[in-house]
Structures are given as C-alpha cells and as structure tokens.
C-alpha cells in the first residue's frame, strides 16, 4: 500500500509528461557496487584530478586499487532499476538519461540516450597522445607486470579497493602502448571538469524533459545538483527519489525514500499498460 501511495504521488507529479532522468551511484547498489553516501557508509576521501596527474606514487595507489577492484565493476550486471529505466525510454516516457555513474550499466541495459556525465570506467585514455584503450586490456597487461604481486581488498565505489600501502607502493603501472605516456581512466576526477561537449548533451536532455527525476543520488557535486537549481529556477517539477538526505531536497517539488529496484519497475509497468 505505501509503495502504491508513493507512485501514486510521482504520477500526480508527472502527469504523463516526459522525464530527464538524473542518475546517480545509489542505482548499481543492487547490482552489487557501492555507492558512496548511503546511510551508515563511512566517509571516502576521493582521488583528486591534479593529484594523479602530478604525483607518481598518487598514479601507482589508483592503480593498484584499481586492478584489484576492477573484476567486480566487470561483472556487475544491470538491475531491475537500469532495465525498468531502459524500457521507460522505449515507450517515450523518459527522454534521455544524464548519469553520474561510470560503471556503463545503463548501456547494458539496453538505454539508447545516455550521457555519463563523468566518463566510463571501461575506457583508458593517455594524458599524452590522447590514445584510447579498453579497461580490460590494460587489466591483462596489468596482470602480466604484476604475476607475482598480491592483495586482497573490499571493494569501493569507482572500481578500487582499500589496500595496504606496502602493496600499493610496489604494484607496477603500465604505460601507454603507442607513446610510452601516463594513462589514466576515461572518468572525471574531483577537481576536474566536464568536458563541454558532453554537458551540452546532458543540458539537451534536460531541456527535453518536462519534469527532472532524480533516482540514487545525493546531489552532493555540483555536476548534477546543477540541473536540479536550473529546474527549480525555471519552475520545473522535480522529484528525486533517494534513500537518505540529498543536496536538493529542498529544491523538490516531491521527494520520495522507496528503494529504486521496487519503484522503478512499478513506473514501468503503468506506463506499459497506459494507465497515465
């Protein structure tokens, strides 16, 4: 009854206009990676762009941690939540999806318009010549400058794991294969910017939607509370739906604690049977 209580006040929201989605990490919890500020998570101090760019040993911890959690983003398959979303976009109710997630599920799901607000973890880039390579054949090449070396980790959100720093501190970094050059992973650091192409896209997104949903996110960057002010300003409805406080809420025009992998497919299921 409250789950029915709850899409009930969404659709009265939405009445059947077209969403932009904002994604945020709370929506590959069920798909088993971690997101970053659930309740009861402890804080996590991220890699920061100017430090990986200019430090060595800062280059050789993301690394290490990355090779030990990068098996676990690779497995990860979507849920109930990327698939609900993926179908929702098929019958038109959802315009195009901006994600702050890296972990390239949507794609996976099958949503055709999606733009990852900051990158994805399945591409590599050279800071040098800009030469592209895929994640899992840099985890190979990885794997062969490193046979002998070992450590275990809990895995973290952004596919890393927390190592200890004996560990990190004599893992080998690879190079890049066509200019000998720093690689790094094709996301955006903190303290790093979006490129411009790929916020225009999402702003093309935004301006297609007549309502903003907000699902797993707590809006915390401003790369994404940034559309929940502009709808605001703009007198656009938004709803975000987050398990636990978020940046916006008091921008929402509804805010709604239902797990995402319940709520998602119920909206689908609705508008599969045209009842909005």
């Given at each position: 009854m409250a789950l029915d209580d709850d899409l009930g006040r969404l659709l009265k929201v939405v009445g059947g206009r077209p969403m932009a989605v904002l994604v945020g990490a709370g929506l590959s919890t069920d798909s088993g990676i971690p997101?970053?500020?659930?309740?009861?998570?402890?804080?996590?101090?991220?890699?920061?762009?100017?430090?990986?760019?200019?430090?060595?040993?800062a280059r050789r911890r993301y690394w290490a941690r990355s090779y030990v959690g990068w098996p676990h983003?690779?497995?990860?398959?979507?849920?109930?939540?990327?698939?609900?979303?993926?179908?929702?976009?098929?019958?038109?109710?959802?315009?195009?999806?901006?994600?702050?997630?890296?972990?390239?599920?949507?794609g996976q799901a099958g949503s055709r318009r999606v733009v990852e607000l900051h990158g994805a973890l399945a591409r590599v880039r050279c800071l040098g010549c800009g030469a592209v390579e895929r994640r899992a054949t840099l985890q190979e090449r990885l794997s062969r400058l490193n046979c002998s070396w070992e450590a275990g980790g809990a895995a973290r959100p952004d596919g890393d794991a927390e190592l200890l720093r004996a560990a990190e501190e004599s893992f080998v970094v690879a190079?890049?294969?066509?200019?000998?050059?720093?690689?790094?992973?094709?996301?955006?650091?903190?303290?790093?910017?979006?490129?411009?192409?790929?916020?225009a896209e999402a702003w093309r997104i935004f301006e297609e939607g007549a309502v903003l949903l907000v699902v797993g996110s707590s809006l915390t960057v401003w790369s994404g509370y940034r559309f929940v002010k502009r709808a605001a300003e703009q007198g656009r409805p938004v709803v975000i739906v987050n398990l636990g406080p978020t940046r916006g809420d008091g921008l929402a025009t509804l805010k709604l604690e239902v797990p995402l992998g319940v709520l998602l497919p119920r909206?689908?299921?609705?508008?599969r049977a045209g009842m909005v």
């Open positions: 997101d970053y500020r659930s309740p009861g998570r402890p804080p996590r101090a991220p890699i920061q762009h100017r430090e990986f760019v200019q430090q060595v040993s983003i690779a497995a990860a398959r979507p849920n109930g939540g990327h698939a609900a979303l993926s179908a929702l976009e098929e019958v038109g109710a959802v315009r195009g999806l901006i994600s702050q997630n890296v972990d390239g599920l949507h190079d890049c294969l066509m200019c000998g050059g720093v690689l790094k992973p094709d996301v955006v650091f903190f303290g790093d910017n979006v490129l411009p192409s790929t916020l909206l689908e299921e609705v508008h």
